[in-house]
């Protein structure tokens, strides 16, 4: 278990190496949140930065570059130590005197900085360099902890399909230990999903209801009002299901339906959410049909702006087959959620960016209140807001003032605003300190990636078999094609979107 006095620790010396370090991610999220970790003093005094790409340059120009992207998003500007810790290393991944020319590097860091052989390597590439990567660093010796402890960072996308997920889990454990890889999956290092543990396993008023004798549905919403944002090439090769359901969403689902931990250490917490994963039924084709429903938006407006179709966006194919949006009808099959079900989604150019979970509850037993013309109370709702407001909601009533019984939706709500404003940050830094200092609970192990995929892989096998004749299907600033209303109506439900 981490105690906070181990998380507030800036934690061991050791080199950050990026490999990818000329990409957008390391510009705009990965230098800037290391920087914010150092303002903050939570990154360790002994410390190098190593980035390592294809582009002809030395320390010294990649300092400038480094210290540009951190004065952009940081919260406060670079300063000379740190930009004194900022490495550069050419070369081509597929080199191995590229990785010689790293291990060179990593020993002057030992050296000059004192990082102890200590180092986390961040696969900021492809993902079809993320095997060859581990490779040429095996080959290289890099991953060896005779001298230090080494850890791996791979973004997602982990696979594109369960074969190719299980896959590059052999070949990753060929070369390394479980517990050397850190699968990173960015919402997790969001406050309101991090507080998500704490809200039910630390009030004692919700655990007793938090079950199927009480709860009579549960949604999670992925809203986007963008749309691929010249990403289209990328997206092609994806789809909404890839992009955000298969990872984003069903780790969220995970921390709604787990049981509770023993105990708070990373293995604890991880073995129930991989139980969860393995409790939903992958659906037969049949089911498919029945219980989930794809679409791709056409031209419209968002915010008042017209905005074009997806299949006229750049890099996308004018008869492009690929989702801008799903919803799934899921059922986790255990004493505690059965038969109840579980609605996702996620779209781009939807009618406004939301994530939001939402427990709505099962209707009073009895209408005390027909004398009074009520013929129907709206039941209770839990909703846990994770971006762009970040905030936990219960809808209620309440009589509202007079001498007439008159029913009224009531709020009790908690907003993060009452905290004062947060610091900027970029959303990786609590992910990032957790590598550091060597906590894998926020992180994603073999079987968790394995039993999520092992989830969609169905549907997308059986969306490649039958090709969608009616896109696109929803116009670019609605809440999705009219599919997804049925969906839910079919069960005598209807989706919680927002006023």
């Not at 000379?80 to 990593?106: C, Q, W």
């Not at 939903?280 to 702006?305: C, K, T």
């Not at 073999?446 to 997308?460: C, G, K, Q, Y």
């Amino acid at each position: 278990m981490t105690t906070n006095a181990a998380r507030l620790r800036p934690g061991d010396p050791c080199a950050f190496v990026v490999l990818g370090a000329m990409g957008d991610l390391t510009k705009r999220k990965l230098l800037p949140a290391l920087h914010n970790l150092r303002a903050n003093g939570l990154l360790p005094r002994d410390f190098a930065f190593i980035g390592v790409a294809r582009r002809p340059l030395d320390d010294g120009a990649y300092r400038e570059y480094a210290a540009s992207a951190a004065g952009e998003a940081a919260s406060r500007p670079a300063d000379e130590d740190f930009s004194s810790r900022v490495h550069y290393v050419k070369g081509d991944f597929e080199d191995p005197a590229t990785y010689e020319a790293l291990s060179a590097a990593l020993a002057r860091a030992a050296r000059d900085h004192g990082t102890s052989g200590n180092a986390i390597f961040y696969l900021a590439t492809p993902p079809e360099q993320f095997g060859p990567i581990v490779r040429g660093l095996g080959a290289a010796g890099l991953t060896r902890q005779d001298a230090g402890w080494r850890r791996i960072v791979i973004e997602k996308p982990f696979g594109h399909d369960l074969d190719s997920a299980r896959a590059l889990n052999r070949e990753l454990g060929a070369v390394l230990d479980e517990g050397q890889i850190f699968r990173i999956d960015h919402y997790l290092g969001k406050e309101t999903v991090q507080n998500l543990m704490v809200f039910r396993f630390a009030n004692g008023m919700f655990e007793p209801i938090w079950n199927r004798r009480y709860v009579d549905h549960v949604q999670i919403t992925v809203a986007e009002d963008l749309g691929v944002e010249g990403r289209g090439a990328y997206y092609e090769r994806a789809g909404a299901v890839r992009d955000i359901v298969q990872n984003h969403i069903l780790q969220l689902l995970t921390l709604v339906a787990m049981e509770p931990p023993s105990t708070l250490a990373p293995e604890a917490v991880r073995n129930e959410k991989v139980k969860v994963l393995d409790a939903i039924r992958s659906l037969q084709p049949e089911q498919v049909l029945r219980d989930s429903v794809r679409g791709q938006y056409g031209g419209g407006f968002v915010h008042e702006r017209i905005v074009p179709a997806y299949r006229a966006e750049p890099g996308v194919s004018p008869t492009s087959q690929t989702e801008t949006f799903a919803a799934l009808k899921l059922l986790v099959e255990n004493w505690r959620w059965a038969g109840v079900p579980f609605y996702v989604r996620s779209g781009k150019r939807l009618a406004r960016r939301l994530t939001q979970i939402s427990i709505q509850f099962r209707r009073p037993p009895l209408l005390l209140f027909e004398e009074a013309g009520i013929e129907q109370i709206e039941p209770n709702r839990l909703d846990i807001l994770v971006q762009p407001e970040e905030a936990i909601c219960i809808s209620m009533k309440a009589k509202r003032p007079g001498p007439a019984i008159v029913l009224e939706q009531v709020k009790l709500d908690f907003s993060y605003s009452r905290f004062g404003p947060l610091p900027p940050a970029t959303g990786y830094e609590r992910l990032l300190h957790d590598v550091v200092i060597g906590d894998t609970e926020l992180f994603q192990r073999a079987d968790l990636v394995e039993a999520s995929w092992r989830i969609v892989t169905p549907i997308l096998d059986v969306w490649a078999t039958l090709p969608a004749r009616d896109f696109p299907n929803y116009d670019a600033g609605t809440w999705g094609p009219a599919a997804s209303a049925e969906l839910l109506a079919r069960d005598g439900r209807r989706w919680l979107n927002p006023e």
